[in-house]
């Protein structure tokens, strides 16, 4: 089977988790949480970080720590994983599903354009007209890894006063992040086993605000700042273990290496198809890494490629399905979804992965340029 993602460990990533067998540092206790930290700090430029069990905990954790609370409603795409919205809900908030544009950004004009005409403030909240809820904080994705608009974002959120969380779970080429951040600009990242950088399982709340950092880290170990039973608050078993943090750091060593080798599959897989006229790729050149993407023209198209592509025991799932067309997700706020509507069910994920060999590579591109 060509899977669409595995991922990728070297004879390092080996050694480090055999030396946490070896020391016996295997749970949340270990110097290594410390050192992914600080590692990961250093790679992304960030000035904090607290590092988490998932990538749904960082995004759990990074809302309450904005201030996300009963009653508020938060904004996000609908075309992104479920964890997203979950994190709203597990705070009692609730999500506001907006389109995406074709650039699977959220469109920013037309949110303006919404919060002119749905919301007012009041003591410098913004509110929904509809029901007072107050509309707290805004959750921008990044799909299939991309760069996300951070400028815009930002400027958007202060002129609404709205809370900045970017849900940045599957964007690990550090480049995109090398700009300076604004302490009101907050970040949860994914190391599943399925994204660019993997701990096995695990994620990260990276922040230069180290108000927040200290709110989540507080929260993520459960409640306690201090000492071992002394409790601030109602806090989550949410840490990181030092095995997962090993390897993460020994990940993050690896990351030239393992983007290079992404970089050189997916400009062979663009080169391939920049001629195609039914099949489009969607593909940032300097700002993607995660997984390489195709867009057909009819959900038909896709189903005729998914076969094939099941005959030739090459991976191919629809990827992300919208969430406000889905039974937990149908009760909340919605605005019209015409792009993510259209889009959902004609997107093609190739096999991503820095393991993929040549031949594999060259079979999917013969029958991709066969089928189009
Ligand atoms: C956009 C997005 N947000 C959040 C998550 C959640 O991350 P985790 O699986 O580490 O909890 C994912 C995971 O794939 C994701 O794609």
Known sequence: MINTYIPYFKKSDKNILKKCLETNFVSTAGPLVKKFQDDFNKKYNFKY???????????????????????????????????????????????????????????????????????????????????????????????????????????????????????????????????????KMHFCFSFNGNKTLTSGAGGIFASNSKK??????????????????????????YKMTNIQAALGLSQINNLKKILLIKKKIFHNYYENFKVLKNIKCFFDRKNQNWVFVLIVNSNKRFREIQDLFRREKIQLDLFWKPLHLQNPYKKFMREKLKFTEFIWNKVIVLPSHPGLKNNDQKKIINLIKKIS
Do not use: Q
């Not at 970080?49 to 954790?61: K, Q």
């Not at 037309?110 to 410098?124: A, D, P, R």
């Not at 927040?212 to 459960?222: Q, S």
């Open 49 to 183: 970080s607290v590092a988490v069990n998932s990538g749904t905990s960082a995004l759990h954790l990074g809302l309450k720590a904005v201030g996300v609370s009963k009653g508020d409603t938060v904004i996000l795409p609908s075309y992104t994983f479920a964890a997203t919205a979950n994190a709203i809900i597990y705070n009692n908030a609730s999500p506001w599903f907006f389109d995406c544009d074709r650039n699977f950004d959220l469109p920013i004009d037309k949110i303006e354009e919404i919060l002119k005409s749905k919301t007012y403030f009041k003591k410098k909240n913004l509110v929904l007209k509809k029901n007072n809820s107050v509309v707290r904080a805004i959750i921008p994705v990044s799909t299939f890894g991309k760069k996300l608009e951070f400028d815009k974002l930002i400027k958007l959120s202060k002129k609404y006063n709205i809370k900045l969380l970017f849900d940045t779970a599957a964007c690990h080429d550090n480049k995109i992040f090398n700009f300076e951040k604004d302490k």
């Open 212 to 237: 927040l950092i200290d709110k989540v880290k507080t929260l993520a170990n459960v409640g306690k700042r201090m000492n071992k039973y002394d409790y601030e608050t109602i806090g989550f078993n």
